[in-house]
């Protein structure tokens, strides 16, 4: 057991932090490297140390997040990863104190009126929120399906690569039909872990995705299926259930 427990000093100076709330972030900080991070013990592990329910401890994690003393990086089928903030966000730069005795050219010159940045209404907030929220369920349905590799797919880096495919037109069941196509791809073949392609770049840099946006049936694509004559609604049909779980 280390001798130590790294938190912030603005943490224990803040009075409206609940004793639970102040004891789960000394239990992070148990275990935490030099510079706050490194926390992979799970939720059980943290809530016994803290000497609280695990409920009790996910709850006091939620404040601590929001107040900015902690960083909570969930990961799909893993232990959470932990960091505390130790240094605090920099301040803005106070704005300069106007004159106390302005010059009479300065007395009678117009006043411009203050420029203010407008405030998000409540409907935006609430819509990004939403958005934000549809984006994990999606990269939470691509990293369960995806063929799984030795090294655990960094999450928030997973959440900025799919929502730059989705902000640029990309649906959900694109993504989600290409790595269906991927991972039975790799099966077929017995693909070694270690040769997967990474989910980054199979969404990001190397745009594998692409390569396998193409709807299949019995191995034939649509225009295979128009030029045999089939019925070409039926092969619609028959390739819509990812699109229709997805809720495009």
Request: charged share 25%.
């Amino acid at each position: 057991m280390p001798n130590l427990s790294i938190i912030p000093a603005a943490a224990v100076l803040d009075h409206s932090l609940t004793h639970s709330q102040l004891r789960a972030l000394c239990a992070v900080g148990i275990h935490t490297n030099k510079l706050g991070g490194g926390v992979w013990a799970s939720v059980k592990t943290l809530a016994t140390e803290a000497g609280m329910g695990e409920r009790t401890f996910q709850q006091a994690c939620g404040v601590l997040v929001e107040r900015g003393y902690l960083v909570v990086t969930p990961r799909v089928g893993r232990t959470n990863l932990y960091e505390v903030v130790l240094q605090p966000p920099p301040q803005p730069a106070a704005p300069p104190q106007e004159l106390l005795h302005p010059t009479p050219a300065e007395a009678v010159a117009p006043k411009r009126p203050k420029r203010t940045t407008p405030q998000p209404t409540y409907e935006v907030l609430e819509a990004r929120k939403e958005k934000h929220l549809r984006l994990k369920r999606t990269v939470d349905a691509l990293l369960e399906a995806y063929p799984k590799r030795p090294e655990p797919v960094p999450y928030p880096a997973a959440l900025r690569a799919v929502g730059a495919l989705l902000d640029s037109g990309i649906t959900e069941a694109q993504l989600l039909n290409a790595v269906d196509r991927y991972a039975t791809h790799c099966k077929l073949n017995d693909t070694k872990p270690q040769y997967i392609k990474s989910f980054l770049r199979f969404h990001g840099s190397d745009e594998t995705w692409k390569t396998y946006d193409v709807r299949t049936l019995y191995g034939r694509t649509r225009e295979e299926w128009i030029r045999s004559g089939q019925d070409v609604a039926e092969f619609d049909r028959l390739t819509q259930p990812r699109e229709e779980e997805a809720g495009v």
